[in-house]
């Protein structure tokens, strides 16, 4: 089996007409990485004026000095534990997350004319692997790049299960995703002031530390909540250093967990490998030592990706263990992974 784990840097890099070399600037919709989450775009500046309850902590995340974007937030997510009204940013974090990549990967796909790097390289897989392999796909990212690019192989993913339903193709989307929302057990009787727009979704974030959110999922393309007799919660991971717990349904880690023993070769995408639960995961439950090909922008995050890799313990082929240190669209265009699709 066949294993790709997609990174931020495969969103950032999907569209070959705009490689990530040589960005120009005003790239406005581009996805962005995790420490341009909070840049000041217009769209991202926008969706903060939606969410007003994240907005006293956007200067730490603009201002970080030497920090990552996921080291404030982790700084912010552990004040939470004796500071209620910072569950109720981090909450309206969540909420601004959803609604600034749904705009700006929809505004994304619509300027990229239907090509995608995603859907040349699941055409290099059928093309070069073996038709009989299953191909396990794992992605931290929230955007529905990977959804799209499917169905260039008649798959189409519209609810839960369809994640998980082809024999060949399964999705796993670890920390969540802009299309996913969790129901909520209402603790008492909220009343809704506004019940149209954002009025919900802002009283929900008021009132974020005494939500009882429930495990079940679902598949929701509203945004925000229109309905205040059944609120929702974006089912979407906060991107801290240290993510403890996964953010999707429990019978997709099951699945995913069936399909890891039988993986023998790992393909990274613009992945850095710092996701500690999964790789503990891996280490768990491969069966085999692991043929590895990393794609980076350069050799040193390709070097690095490898050595977080081999120090979390997962098991590794060393004599196949290849760096690529180009862009995703480099990697594709010049059909880079040919050979290591083809190996058995």
């Not at 705009?103 to 055409?123: P, R, V």
């Not at 209402?186 to 009132?207: C, E, S, W």
């Not at 922008?297 to 979390?312: M, P, S, V, Y």
Request: hydrophobic share 40%; charged share 25%; proline share 7%.
């Amino acid at each position: 089996m066949l294993m790709v784990v997609f990174g931020a840097g495969a969103s950032f890099d999907s569209d070959p007409n705009r490689p990530a070399r040589g960005i120009p600037s005003g790239e406005e919709h581009r996805p962005p990485l995790a420490d341009q989450l909070f840049d000041d775009r217009p769209i991202f500046t926008s969706n903060i004026e939606r969410f007003p309850a994240c907005q006293p902590v956007i200067p730490y995340l603009r201002e970080r000095g030497s920090k990552t974007v996921e080291q404030v937030l982790g700084e912010l997510q552990a004040e939470g534990e004796g500071y209620r009204r910072r569950l109720s940013q981090l909450a309206a974090i969540r909420w601004y997350l959803r609604a600034m990549l749904a705009q700006c990967t929809a505004n994304w796909l619509a300027t990229s004319h239907g090509l995608s790097n995603h859907k040349t390289l699941f055409d290099q897989i059928e093309q070069y692997g073996r038709p009989d392999e299953g191909v396990c796909l794992v992605t931290f990212n929230y955007d529905l790049l990977i959804e799209r690019a499917l169905e260039s192989l008649d798959i189409y993913v519209s609810d839960i299960p369809d994640y998980i339903r082809n024999d060949r193709y399964k999705l796993f989307k670890l920390h969540g995703s802009i299309n996913w929302s969790r129901d909520i057990e209402l603790p008492t009787i909220i009343l809704f002031p506004v019940t149209h727009g954002d009025g919900i979704a802002n009283t929900l974030i008021q009132r974020a530390a005494d939500l009882k959110i429930r495990a079940h999922y679902v598949s929701d393309a509203e945004i925000v909540p229109s309905d205040p007799k059944f609120p929702r919660f974006p089912a979407i991971a906060i991107p801290v250093e240290d993510k403890r717990d996964f953010e999707c349904p429990p019978e997709h880690l099951d699945a995913l967990e069936s399909c890891l023993p039988r993986v023998t070769r790992m393909l990274t995408v613009g992945w850095r490998a710092t996701e500690k639960p999964f790789l503990d995961l891996l280490k768990r439950h491969f069966k085999y030592k692991q043929k590895l090909m990393v794609v980076a922008q350069d050799l040193r995050g390709a070097e690095t990706t490898i050595t977080n890799i081999r120090n979390a313990g997962v098991p590794l082929q060393e004599d196949i263990v290849r760096p690529y240190s180009s862009t995703f669209t480099d990697f594709v265009v010049n059909r880079a992974g040919e050979n290591f699709l083809q190996i058995g």
